[in-house]
């Protein structure tokens, strides 16, 4: 199914530059790929180190050189870099290492995330809510603070584009800090695209549904999160009966929004969750 919906264009992107954020494996891999294979250079970045909240295993260093390696394979350039996105001053070098080497910046990608579960809100031990918190929301600040700048003096307009999650705009049981930093990623795409607009930049959320990433597929949470909440996973949501979809399906969504086909989107929070969020 997937590889219907996802054959590339082939030079979309041509002479662009894309920034990812968790770019060494899933969805931010797969935006690094698709992108590629559509003109674009890339900055591939991500913490490639394990955090203390999730249970599924940490990205490697390897896996962000197999991203590399993709991207090359497609002929084209990928700067990566070994960065954790709640760090302003390691984002803010590789900002300028981007600029210097590879000249514009085109699209931004947050991609980044972690997943973490507790059976109840006020069970969750505060630090993996900091955590939870400083990744995926303060962290997605902080990479768009230190990559937008380039952005705007590229002066080619531009597209941000911020991955929240169908937790975005529902809640899931046993994942307070994961749906609350994913309501917040969707707050922090409309300021910036009130505050972007003047520069021709859009600022756009993807809302994934169920993706078959090691963040799901691995360290047991989808399982036990079913036995504490039986209610909330007996229903399959999915209206197309996708089941788990692969990350390329994200990164088709990705291009389209950061490609002119999407040039009066902006402000706007795109569910790609196979009617999942109708509930
Ligand atoms: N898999 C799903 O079902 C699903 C659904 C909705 C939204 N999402 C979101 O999609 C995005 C991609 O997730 P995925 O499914 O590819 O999972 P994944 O675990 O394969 O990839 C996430 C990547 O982010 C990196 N990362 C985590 N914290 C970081 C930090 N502080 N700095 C830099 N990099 C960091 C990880 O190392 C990892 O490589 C995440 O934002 C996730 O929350 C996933």
Redesign the pocket.
């Known amino acids: 199914m997937s590889a219907a919906l996802t054959a590339a264009v082939p030079g979309r992107f041509a002479g662009q530059v894309v920034v990812i954020?968790?770019?060494?494996?899933?969805?931010?891999r797969a935006h690094a790929v698709r992108f590629a294979a559509e003109g674009a250079d890339v900055v591939a970045?991500?913490?490639?180190a394990p955090?203390r909240s999730p249970l599924?295993p940490?990205?490697t260093p390897e896996?962000l050189a197999e991203t590399a390696r993709l991207v090359e394979a497609q002929g084209r350039r990928c700067l990566t870099a070994q960065?954790?996105?709640?760090d302003l001053q390691g984002l803010a070098a590789l900002a300028a290492r981007a600029e210097a080497e590879l000249g514009r910046l085109d699209t931004l990608i947050v991609?980044?995330?972690?997943?973490a579960i507790a059976k109840n809100s006020w069970e969750l031990e505060e630090d993996d809510w900091d955590e939870g918190i400083d990744?995926?929301l303060g962290?997605a600040w902080k990479v768009t603070k230190a990559f937008i700048p380039s952005m705007i003096r590229a002066g080619n307009g531009g597209s941000v584009i911020l991955?929240?999650?169908?937790?975005g705009q529902k809640a899931q049981p046993a994942a307070v800090a994961?749906t609350a930093a994913?309501h917040g990623v969707l707050g922090l795409m409309r300021t910036l695209a009130w505050e972007l607009g003047d520069h021709g930049i859009r600022a756009n959320a993807i809302?994934?549904?169920?993706?078959?990433?090691?963040?799901?597929q691995e360290g047991g949470t989808v399982e036990q999160s079913a036995e504490w909440w039986p209610r909330f996973f007996s229903t399959d949501r999915s209206l197309l009966q996708a089941g788990w979809m692969e990350?390329d399906v994200?990164a088709a969504a990705a291009s389209f929004l950061a490609s002119s086909d999407a040039a009066f989107l902006t402000g706007v929070a795109l569910p790609v969750d196979a009617g999942w969020s109708t509930f």
């Open positions: 954020s968790g770019a060494a494996r899933g969805q931010g970045f991500d913490i490639c955090l599924h940490a990205s896996d960065v954790d996105a709640r991609n980044h995330g972690i997943w990744v995926m962290g991955t929240s999650s169908a937790m994961y994913k809302m994934p549904g169920t993706i078959a990433s090691r963040m799901t990350p994200i």
